[in-house]
């Protein structure tokens, strides 16, 4: 399996992705936004884009669809909910449905609510298995849920399953906010050692060569997947000092949403 990630350089600043079979040449496209980058990397690869897969429904994700549609004939892959939300939809997909790629690769969907309600994840089981996270989980963050979410559904699909997936698991996120929400780690956890060492490595850094995170590096500064841990606690029980001294880790998954979405 070829992963080519495509920084689009947008103020929104949104990866886009081609999945390459390399005895085919087939590509799947996730979120193609950037359909101009997009079709010339797959012409320049010598790769044929067959399908798209949308993670969700929003524009910044599904506004070159009819673009690439149009130059490769690619079919549309998203949430089987999103049929009225995502134009020229030609295929909805559910949790454990396979996306095949060319000879050899298989996509397992997740479904993972939270970020909207018709949200998608893609699962690479490989020998270092991928996940491709859209939206839900960013590098160092978590989606929010501003338009057309829920905050205890992104809780479960957290905890439910993107943290029970593999430690190797390489995350490729929907958008580069790794720096922004290393600070966020580093306010809410002063003393987190792996935000402190890696955010001088990706401040003002060039996103189209960032670095890759697993799921285990995650764990380690991602603030979203530290919900036991005391120093996050004790520093949410100063900006909420109504909370128990060992609040739920659904609550403190919540309040730090909660935090981030004015931070």
Excluded at 54 to 75: F, L, Q, R, W
Excluded at 128 to 143: E, H, I, K, R, V
Excluded at 223 to 247: C, E, G, K
Aim: hydrophobic share 40%.
């Amino acid at each position: 399996m070829i992963v080519e990630r495509i920084w689009t350089g947008n103020s929104l600043r949104n990866f886009n992705y081609l999945i390459a079979c390399p005895d085919t040449g087939e590509a799947l496209a996730i979120d193609p936004l950037d359909h101009e980058k997009c079709l010339a990397t797959a012409k320049a690869k010598g790769w044929n884009i067959t399908q798209i897969l949308n993670t969700h429904e929003h524009h910044d994700h599904i506004g070159g669809n009819a673009e690439v549609v149009a130059a490769t004939g690619a079919k549309v892959i998203a949430h089987h909910k999103a049929a009225g939300k995502i134009p020229g939809m030609d295929r909805g997909v559910q949790a454990g449905d396979v996306i095949k790629v060319g000879k050899h690769i298989e996509l397992e969907c997740l479904d993972t609510p939270g970020h909207t309600f018709c949200h998608i994840c893609l699962c690479a089981h490989a020998e270092q298995p991928a996940l491709f996270s859209g939206d839900t989980l960013f590098n160092a963050g978590a989606g929010n849920v501003h338009n057309g979410g829920d905050v205890e559904a992104l809780y479960s699909s957290f905890t439910e399953q993107l943290m029970r997936l593999p430690d190797n698991t390489r995350i490729f996120p929907g958008h580069d906010y790794i720096e922004s929400n290393l600070k966020f780690t580093l306010a809410r956890e002063p003393d987190n050692a792996a935000a402190k060492a890696l955010l001088p490595k990706v401040a003002s850094h060039d996103p189209a060569t960032s670095i890759v995170t697993t799921l285990k590096e995650e764990k380690e500064f991602n603030t979203f997947m530290r919900l036991s841990n005391p120093s996050v606690i004790a520093q949410l029980r100063d900006s909420f000092p109504d909370l128990p001294a060992q609040p739920d880790a659904k609550t403190v998954f919540k309040k730090l949403r909660e935090l981030r979405n004015t931070w």
